[in-house]
Each structure stands twice: as structure tokens, then as C-alpha cells.
């Protein structure tokens, strides 16, 4: 189960207490595939600190896990993660940093040490730290030029190549997702109901749906609690002594 938490996190970026102001950013009608995404990208953030809570409920071969997350963000430095079971015990803690990911399990007592490219052999997909960070921060850069522009029956703007299609609103945040590889691995990503926040004069969702074809299926909702921007949080990470080594 640790593994599809983990995937589910790299979905993860994204949130809560904001009130939803239609008039804080001027909508407009853009029809040059390039201009929307130098629109994507500059409504993007990057905060030097950023901390989530949220309850994540995983659905696999008919069994629901329900855990509560709260991420922590030093921009460019150290994603901090702790997972939590509904009365409040901590399963687990990570640190992943731009090349190593630390993680120790309480309920059985092991931990491991990472390079950072573990994260591709969990998740079947090739990412790196900053591209995770990205995610986190709601933040993913297009940068696939070959993409090409249509419109939904809702007037939202499709770009879409052969393994990757963004679905783009009204206030240029991606609220869908879809990639897919040579195996047929898919990943679908959904961003709802956008809220704006003052903090970063842009918009993050209160919501996200995660579903994942593969080897192994499973689907997971994301709800977020709190969100804080630029506020300096506690990274403790502490490996205790009587704790065994895995792999």
C-alpha cells in the first residue's frame, strides 16, 4: 500500500481555504496554442514554503484505505511527508530531496535510503525532484511543443499529443490530466473546484481525483483541509536507533 500512497502524493500539489473570486484575473479568449501555454506558465507558482493537509481515500480491488497526509515544501530543497491513520497515528515519514528519498515505516519499524531515482521505479514513469515539486505546487510546465489545440463542448481549451492531453479553463489551471506510455499505462489527473487565494494571486483546486491503469489498478480522491503559503515549517526527520534497515 505504500507504493500507491506514493503515487497517489505525486498527484498531490493542490487545495483548500481560499474564496473563489471570478473577477481576480482577467478572462480571456486566446485561441494561439503557444499563447495558452506561456499563459499555463505564468500563472504558475513557486512559494518558498508551502505545507498541505489533506485525507486521501485509496480505492484498490474493491478495498478502501483511508489515510490523512500533510506535506511540507522548502522550494528547491526538501518535500517533507507524513501519513497518518484516522485517529491520528503517524504510519509513516519521508524526506525526498533532489537526489536521495529517506522513509521510514512505524508500523513495522524499517526504513530505507534512496537515490532519487527510486521515484521512477515506484511510479513506472520518468520524474525527478523539481518535477515533483512542480506537481505539488499545482505547477506543472508544459513543455511539449507537438501538442495540438482543440475546444470541449464546455469551450475549454484540449491540448493533446499522442500520450499526453491537458484540459485547460477558463483561468489557464490545468484541470485534467492524461499521460500514457508504450505499455499502455495511463494516468488520469482531475483538478476540482478551483478556489483562488490571495497569497499567490492564482487559483488551486479543492479537490483531485487520481486513477491509475496498469499492472495494477486503483483510484484515489483527494480532499484538502489546509493550505498555508510562506510560512516556515518543522522538516524533523529522526531515524530511531532500534529501526532495521530494508530494502
Known sequence: MNKYILIVLIGLGFSSCGLLKKDALEIENITSKNN????VNE??????WLSI????????????????????????????????APLGIELLRSIITPDSIYFMSRMDKTYF??????????????INFFQFQQILFSS?????????????????????????????????RIEKMNVSNQNSHQLTINFNNHNYFDEVKS?????????????????????????????????????????????
Open 36 to 39: 495558452i501555454i506561456t499563459k
Open 43 to 48: 500563472s504558475n507558482i513557486a512559494p518558498n
Open 53 to 84: 493537509n489533506s485525507k486521501i481515500n485509496i480505492e484498490k480491488e474493491g478495498k478502501n484505505t483511508v489515510v490523512n497526509a500533510n506535506i511540507r515544501i522548502k522550494k528547491d530543497s526538501v518535500i517533507w511527508i507524513s501519513l497518518k
Open 113 to 126: 535510503i534512496k537515490p532519487i531515482s527510486h521515484l521512477k521505479e515506484v511510479v513506472k514513469t520518468d
Open 140 to 172: 506543472p510546465d508544459i513543455t511539449n511543443q507537438e501538442l495540438e489545440l482543440s475546444f470541449n463542448k464546455e469551450g475549454k481549451y484540449i491540448l493533446s499529443s499522442d500520450n499526453t492531453t491537458y484540459t485547460i479553463g477558463k483561468f489557464f
Open 203 to 247: 487559483y488551486y483546486p479543492k479537490n483531485i481525483d487520481i486513477k491509475v491503469i496498469s499492472s495494477e489498478n486503483f483510484a484515489s480522491s483527494i480532499d484538502f483541509s489546509k493550505i498555508v503559503f510562506n510560512k516556515k515549517s518543522s522538516l524533523s526527520f529522526k531515524i530511531p536507533s532500534s529501526y532495521v534497515k530494508s530494502d
